[in-house]
């Protein structure tokens, strides 16, 4: 397995990966592309895993920013897929792995993502609530574990404001917010 970035001739392709594995949800048929088409989201971090020619996997992170600290370098990690036929073969962590130090080598800080709690740890994030830092919108109590973060910066989250973190205008709708 290879990954690789995605360039904007990817799109279909990426959108088609997506679908597969969140079977034909209508949020991720809207909220893909619109990530990709939004200025507010840029520069973003979108990368293809592949099997031979075969798309199996897909990563985006997009620009995000802290209410309390504009200069802090924060993006969120929403969505990564991986198609039905290659799920639990590692191609979510090898995405998460690309993607995560391609944000360290730009100089990202924090990235935050909102996914199942007994995933994301595995690649280094952490409950983001008790740290201090509070999602776009309102999540569910029982939900709330799966508010995440990971710092790419060593001492970024002892030494960082906390607050409230803002996101691009694509995804900024409450619906995309629950887990």
Known sequence: MRVSEASKSDNALVLEVELDAFKGDPEIETLVPDLLDDDTAAPLISCLAWRGEE????????QARLREDADLRCMILAPLAVRQTAQRQGVGQALMAHALHKAKEDGIE??????????????????A?????????PIATKD???????ELV??????????????AEAMNRPEYWRE
Request: proline share 12%; net charge positive.
């Open 144 to 150: 709330e574990p799966a508010w995440m973060v990971t």
């Open 129 to 137: 609530f008790p740290l201090g830092f509070s999602a776009p919108f």
């Open 55 to 62: 798309a199996v996997g897909h990563i985006l992170l997009t």
């Open 110 to 127: 924090l990235v935050f993502v909102l996914g199942h709690p007994n995933y994301y740890p595995k690649a280094g994030f952490a409950p």
């Open 154 to 167: 060593p001492n970024t989250l002892a030494t960082c404001t906390k607050g409230t973190v803002l996101c």
